[in-house]
């Protein structure tokens, strides 16, 4: 098949595109590169912000594509990695509508996500905290109800994103986030100091602020048992680079699921601590997940990283192998290719 990939978070469609070539299927990815994370795309979808020459130049771009290419799949990850350019959308929507089956694989926020905020016992954009709240206005209501018109079939990510459409007409399935097609150098052994690791993204949406007590009470009472690092905004390849270098890596705590950068974070040999909510992962996977699931409570967090400082080596080296484990079982990109293309071929 010959299949377009539109948008990119965290590396998802990257990870997809991987595992669909594995597969021998020709994949296009067309999308931004997340910002500071930099991943590649075969095609730019965003103006460049060096002027209106450059928008136009990106437009007309985007338009001949559109006019010259026919894809069988049109995958699109967001409906908001589009720009809010009138014309702009129009190009994007002229290939979307010449094309074959469009599917929404609904991994990022949009309106149904916020609405099901009422579902949950705590939420990434609940008001506590979050400074960063996607306010959508009558023209973005209305852009995105254009958008679920044109698409033909919409899958899910995760339990928490499934929230919002399972009543959906046009929703198929929970299909569970791709893995890196890279491991980087493992250590599964123990530091002299249980080093821990936190990657501060959207410290409005992941619960930065109690993450950020119960480290600080670390730092302060257990240093002679943990060391702490934190990083903020790196690029995925410096990020990857140190994975190797720690045993703990803490991921989010105001969501039931866990996300991109845990499911890396596994890969290389780390234990996570995440969003694991019991009927969240029993829903997609199963029973055995080896994430540490954690909550908005800098209390739970720290009650956690006790637990961890009191195993030994050997049962710090089972963890960090089950999480390798779990990865390769429920994220590997062939068999989550595979998924897809079996949702792709339904009549």
């Known amino acids: 098949m010959k299949i377009l990939l539109i948008g990119e978070y965290s590396g998802v469609h990257n990870n997809l595109k991987a595992g669909l070539k594995k ?21 730019k979808i965003t103006p460049d912000h060096s002027g209106i020459i450059a928008k136009i130049k990106n437009i007309f771009s985007v338009y001949n594509f559109a006019k010259n290419n026919k894809f069988e799949i049109v995958q699109i990850i967001n409906p908001f990695v589009l720009p809010m350019h009138l014309f702009f959308s129009l190009a994007i929507f002229r290939l979307i509508a010449k094309n074959g089956k469009v599917i929404y694989y609904c991994c990022g ?33 209305f852009y995105y109800k254009l958008f679920m018109l044109f698409i033909d079939r919409l899958i899910t990510s995760s339990y928490t994103y499934t929230m919002g459409y399972q009543s959906h007409p046009k929703f ?6 791709p893995a890196f097609p890279e491991e980087l150098e493992r250590k599964l052994s ?3 100091k249980i080093r821990i690791l936190y990657g501060v993204t959207r410290p409005g949406m ?19 048992v943990f060391e702490v690092v934190i990083v903020d905004k790196i690029p995925f390849q410096k990020f990857g680079a140190l994975l190797h270098e720690f045993d703990i890596y803490i991921d989010q705590c105001k969501s039931y699921d866990y996300g991109m950068a845990a499911i890396v974070a596994m890969q290389n040999g780390l234990i996570v601590m995440s969003g ?12 055995g997940c080896p994430v540490f699931h954690i ?6 967090i720290i009650d956690k990283l006790n637990y961890l400082s009191g195993l030994n080596a050997d049962e710090m080296l089972k963890i960090k192998k089950q999480g390798v484990a779990w990865v390769n079982t429920n994220h590997e990109q062939s068999l989550i290719a595979k998924k897809f293309v079996s949702q792709y071929e339904l009549k």
Not at 117 to 131: H, I, L, V
Not at 172 to 177: A, N, R
Not at 276 to 287: D, K, P, R
Not at 295 to 300: F, H, L, M, R, V
């Open 276 to 287: 694991a909510n019991e009927l969240a992962i029993n829903s997609v996977f199963g029973s």
């Open 190 to 192: 123990k530091n002299d």
């Open 295 to 300: 909550e908005p409570s800098a209390e739970q």
């Open 109 to 141: 926020t949009d309106p149904a996500f916020l609405a099901a905020e009422n579902k949950f016992r705590y939420f990434p954009f609940d008001k506590e905290g979050a400074s960063d709240i996607p306010c959508y206005t009558s023209i973005h209501h």
């Open 172 to 177: 198929l399935k929970i299909i569970p986030l």
């Open 206 to 224: 992941k619960g930065n602020k109690y993450i950020m007590e119960a480290l600080n009470y670390i730092i302060e009472h257990k240093s002679d």
């Open 23 to 43: 597969l021998g299927h020709e994949v296009f990815l067309f999308g931004e590169s997340d910002g500071y994370k930099n991943f590649s795309v075969d095609k």
